[in-house]
């Protein structure tokens, strides 16, 4: 029952601050924020208490892992012959490169039109059940396939025409969450479940949230269009694109894991130098109280206040690497709250990474999103946090 109770007032102050935010309260769309929370909580529930759900679970957990054991395949074709040391493979080369595969898979089914029709009817019926815009519903969804950069390339050309509202809705719905291309990748880190229990209810968090911190209405006659979310004229050319972009994406997280890791290691020597604690410690104690709220027992909320302050301030690669080694010391419930939390791109470099793909297709657009670029990261922090509080609820 107290985990219950504490996992209302969660939600409870997590609405609260949007409403306080919001620059439109009149016309916040409550009926969307009803039926999404109640969608969230059927989601989880199904996925994490059910028989079915727990074999739909698995069977998606088995497919991504047969993923791997493909994408390995070639990985060992170029690679192999490495001896590792004490038997523990080298993380770029078991991890970072699953990443150039199920890239090429995703630019194969893109190029098929299999994701593009899959994305547009789903967002398409996100949008009418809710009453949310149908442009901004269609880029959450597409940024659970292609995270947040491609979910804005597909939107482009609506981009220069939405006010400031529309705009903080598709950036920050899009960066809650991630790009189908590197799930595979997370999973060989946190307990695939809340992998993929995170996935669906993200998109709804981030709707939720950032569309009452800005709501925004309908825009009659709006369509999607299919053509914009494929660049390629032939499938070989797909093949060869995914597989490039991959290969980007690897080589961008390897550069970014080693730059992150060595600030904080460096970080942490002057701070245990001089006052005898580190980074982790102190962002540990800081959302400990955040920890708690999405219902980490009160013995483990400094650690895992730790992993979630790494994880703002770097990415989610790093507070994974660290929190994989602190998971057989902790409780099922934080294991699962806090791989969640995880899930997702809110941290300071999606800023920038994010008005960055903005300025390329409209630069007037990309000014007025610097301007709300911390209260982005702010609402899409929030939307961790409820994903991880939903999560908690059914574990």
Not at 1 to 7: D, K
Not at 353 to 365: H, L, R
Request: proline share 3%.
């Amino acid at each position: 029952m107290t985990a219950f109770l504490i996992a209302i007032l969660s939600i409870v102050v997590l609405f609260g601050t949007a409403y306080f935010l919001s620059n439109d309260k009149k016309n916040i769309n409550y009926r969307a924020v009803v039926i999404l929370l109640a969608a969230q909580l059927v989601t989880a529930f199904v996925m994490l208490n059910t028989t079915i759900g727990g074999k739909v679970v698995g069977a998606v957990t088995d497919f991504f892992s047969k993923l791997m054991v493909f994408g390995n395949e070639g990985i060992a074709f170029v690679f192999g012959g490495f001896e590792y040391k004490n038997d523990m493979p080298v993380f770029f080369f078991s991890v970072l490169l699953l990443i150039v595969f199920t890239s090429t898979l995703l630019s194969v089914l893109t190029y098929l039109r299999v994701l593009p029709l899959m994305i547009k009817y789903l967002g398409g019926a996100v949008s009418k059940i809710t009453g949310l815009p149908i442009i901004e519903s269609f880029s959450t969804v597409a940024s659970s396939i292609f995270g947040d950069t491609g979910a804005l390339i597909a939107v482009k050309n609506h981009i220069p025409k939405m006010n400031r509202n529309r705009l903080f809705i598709a950036t920050t719905a899009s960066m809650t969450s991630v790009s189908a291309s590197i799930v595979g990748a997370y999973m060989t880190m946190i307990p695939p479940e809340y992998v993929l229990v995170a996935l669906p209810l993200n998109v709804m968090s981030g709707l939720m949230l950032a569309s009452m911190v800005a709501p925004a209405q309908p825009v009659e006659g709006e369509k999607i269009q299919i053509k914009d979310m494929i660049n390629e004229d032939s499938l070989f050319e797909a093949i060869g694109n995914g597989a490039i972009d991959g290969m980007k994406v690897a080589g961008i997280v390897g550069a970014m894991l080693i730059a992150y890791i060595s600030l904080i290691a460096m970080v942490n020597f002057a701070l245990t130098e001089t006052i005898g604690t580190d980074l982790t410690t102190i962002m540990g104690y800081i959302l400990s109280p955040v920890a708690w709220l999405m219902g980490v027992p009160a013995n483990e909320m400094v650690r895992a206040g730790g992993v979630m302050g790494t994880k703002i301030i770097s990415n989610e690669f790093v507070a994974m690497l660290g929190f994989k080694e602190m998971i057989p010391a902790l409780s099922p419930k934080t294991v699962g709250v806090v791989s969640a939390f995880l899930v997702s791109f809110a941290n300071f470099s999606s800023i920038g990474i994010i008005i960055g793909t903005v300025q390329a297709i409209d630069e007037k657009q990309s000014s007025m999103v610097a301007k709300f670029g911390l209260k982005m990261l702010f609402v899409a922090t929030m939307a961790s946090v409820l994903t991880a509080t939903v999560v908690g609820l059914f574990i």
